[in-house]
């Protein structure tokens, strides 16, 4: 699939095949998030990978925000260090992976979704997170049950112009 088609067929699934991803897939996906840019190459997340059946249900449990994440063949935690001063630019190197990896899915023909799921010890618990660490949010992967994720011509966003003001508001 063409880079302008995976974007233009990206969407949130939040419902999904009973049907894993193959491992190699999986670690695509993966690689996609690992080289995503971060602000001063300091590369300070890292992904916690869950593909088990019962650990999917106890993520989803921890956030009702996150429900989706129960059907989904493989949630993606994304861990960065608990650092308030730093915060902002953790959560934009998140957010640069979270994109990569959702485009790398739509490639494979896998949907994705992100679920908030807040930093209580329950989540801490079920990714066994560190000392140290927090998990930003998680990033649901499975094949649509819906079908496949074709590009959209109807996007429910505000029109071109808009949006982008040139040169001034």
């Given at each position: 699939m063409q880079t302008w088609?995976?974007?233009?067929?990206?969407?949130?699934?939040?419902?999904?095949q009973d049907r894993p991803i193959a491992p190699a897939d999986l670690d695509q996906i993966l690689e996609a998030g690992r080289v995503a840019?971060?602000?001063s190459n300091k590369q300070a997340r890292d992904f916690v990978?869950?593909?088990?059946?019962?650990?999917?249900?106890e993520l989803a449990s921890v956030s009702p925000a996150a429900g989706?994440?129960?059907?989904?063949?493989?949630?993606v935690g994304f861990v960065v260090p608990?650092?308030?001063?730093?915060?902002?630019?953790?959560?934009?190197?998140?957010?640069?992976?979270?994109?990569?990896?959702?485009?790398?899915?739509?490639?494979?023909?896998?949907?994705?979704?992100?679920?908030?799921?807040g930093n209580g010890e329950k989540l801490r618990t079920v990714l066994c997170l560190?000392?140290?660490?927090?998990?930003?949010?998680v990033l649901a992967f499975g094949y649509p049950?819906?079908?496949?994720?074709?590009?959209?011509t109807k996007l429910h966003r505000r029109p071109f112009d808009q949006v982008v003001h040139r040169d001034r508001w």
């Open positions: 088609t995976a974007i233009r067929a990206r969407r949130h699934v939040r419902s999904y840019p971060s602000w990978v869950v593909t088990d059946r019962d650990r999917l249900a989706h994440v129960r059907g989904s063949a493989a949630a608990d650092d308030d001063a730093m915060i902002v630019q953790y959560a934009y190197d998140a957010g640069q992976a979270t994109m990569l990896m959702a485009i790398a899915a739509v490639a494979l023909g896998i949907g994705s979704a992100p679920a908030e799921i560190p000392a140290g660490q927090r998990c930003l949010h049950a819906d079908g496949p994720l074709d590009p959209t």
